[in-house]
């Protein structure tokens, strides 16, 4: 079997902390389907990776250099009328009507591939979600994911989207681990981006248990077609 080619749309610097660690966001991202395969057994050379800087470069893959693409989150709305963000959701169009090309979408990419399937959005007047947070399971994620979902939270009523054999997207950040999510945490701190009580709330919960690697290892089953679902 053939590698199965994954395009990383890095859609944000993140922090220089993070990419002395990472490189960039295609790092993460990496690291988190490494820890995905793993988990399946999976080796990681039956993948191939590459990153597509989007967002300052704007260049992207051509659709049949690929089997699957990987929207990263971003300090940006998803809704702003930016010309790298709108040339991303017309790219993203692109691949909703190709016959091959699979989406994963993460956070601000979730709500890309709403956006380009016609979706509205706008900020959320119930404010944010930070560091771990419980979602609640709907039938078809508690399937997919075992115990985290496609589902719904008291902050954000919808928490994912899949199509079959099409696309998987999820608002939070299964990427993101606790050295990460350690980082953002105080440099949203330090610039006043959440009031105090948010703040001290979300450092709380960093380390809880998560089910990155579970969704992980459950999107690569997907991009490789292996999804029984």
Known sequence: MAPTRIAILDCDPLTEAIRKTYGDYGGVVAAFFRAGAECIGLPFDELTLSVWNVDERQVYPGLEEVDSIVITGSRFSAYDDIEWIDKLVEYVRQVLAHHHVTIIGLCFGHQIVGR??????????????????????????????????????????????????????????????????????????????????????????????????????????????????
Do not use: W
């Open 116 to 229: 380009a399937l016609g979706a509205k959005g706008a900020i959320n007047s119930l404010g944010y979600e930070m560091s771990v947070c419980k979602v609640d399971m709907l039938p078809l994620g508690a399937k997919m994911f075992g115990v985290t979902p496609l589902g719904t939270s008291p902050v954000c009523e919808v928490q994912g989207m899949y199509l079959p054999r099409k696309l998987i997207t999820l608002q939070g950040h299964p990427e993101f681990n606790e050295e990460i999510m350690l980082e953002l945490l105080k440099a949203g701190d330090a610039i006043g981006f959440t009031d105090k009580t948010l703040y001290s709330d979300a450092m709380n919960r960093v380390y809880d248990k998560h089910d990155g690697t579970l969704i992980a290892a459950a999107m690569l089953e997907f991009v490789r077609g292996e999804l029984d679902v």
